[in-house]
């Protein structure tokens, strides 16, 4: 039978659980050895850059080069969900200028477009579109809460990796945002301080 731990699941015959190890020695009347690093390594969930509960043992027998080895996997981890966020961020506020430009006079960087393009563009950017800020910043804040989970300091780096892709989108287009994509930036920021102020009370 198996045990949910996260978003994983553990079969109840844990290989590196205390009971199980003296259960196995009975039945083979031999030494059973304990990979350390193995053990919290398999509880090491990449998505969320936690380590089970349940390794602390195995953890506090570890090595010191063992438990610099699952630090910096847990740091690679949560640099790569950072720049997850920030690429999403880039090509996101690059499709929202692109649709910007195309409601405001038709003009893309491969040229003229059609009025039905016109049309459409006019329509994602409008107040409840695909592209406006309604949406967007809430877009943006969303992944961020998914890749962060309920943590407030994990939040506080997705914010700073939201705003890096921001502005490297900035860059790309020539070092300015239209006024759409400002107050996008502007909105979702508002969204991460409102994150906080409700964790604040929930505290209290």
């Given at each position: 039978?198996?045990?949910?731990i ?22 083979e009347g ?14 090491f ?23 610099d ?20 961020v ?13 409601a405001?006079?038709?003009?893309t960087?491969s040229?003229t ?9 006019q329509?994602?950017?409008s107040e409840?579109?695909?592209?406006g800020?309604k ?9 961020a ?8 300091d994990?939040?506080k780096k ?21 006024s ?25």
């Open positions: 039978m198996g045990m949910e996260g978003t994983k699941v553990w079969n109840s015959h844990d290989p590196y659980s205390t009971q199980n190890v003296k259960q196995d020695q009975k039945k031999s030494d059973v050895k304990m990979s350390g690093e193995e053990s919290v390594l398999n509880r969930d990449k998505e969320t850059g936690t380590i089970s509960k349940k390794s602390t043992y195995e953890i506090n027998k570890m090595s010191k080069e063992d438990r080895a699952i630090v910096a996997e847990m740091q690679k981890a949560e640099r790569e969900r950072e720049q997850s966020l920030t690429d999403m880039r090509k996101l506020i690059g499709g929202q200028t692109k649709a910007f430009n195309t405001n006079g038709g003009i960087f040229g477009v059609s009025q039905e393009a016109i049309r459409q563009a329509k994602d950017i409840d579109g695909y592209y800020v949406q967007t910043s809430q877009r943006l804040f969303d992944f809460s998914a890749l962060a989970g309920d943590d407030v994990k939040m997705m914010q700073s990796a939201m705003n890096k892709g921001i502005g490297q989108a900035a860059k790309a287009l020539g070092g300015h945002l239209p759409i994509s400002k107050d996008t930036q502007e909105a979702a920021n508002k969204l991460f301080d409102d994150y906080y102020k409700s964790k604040e009370v929930s505290d209290q």
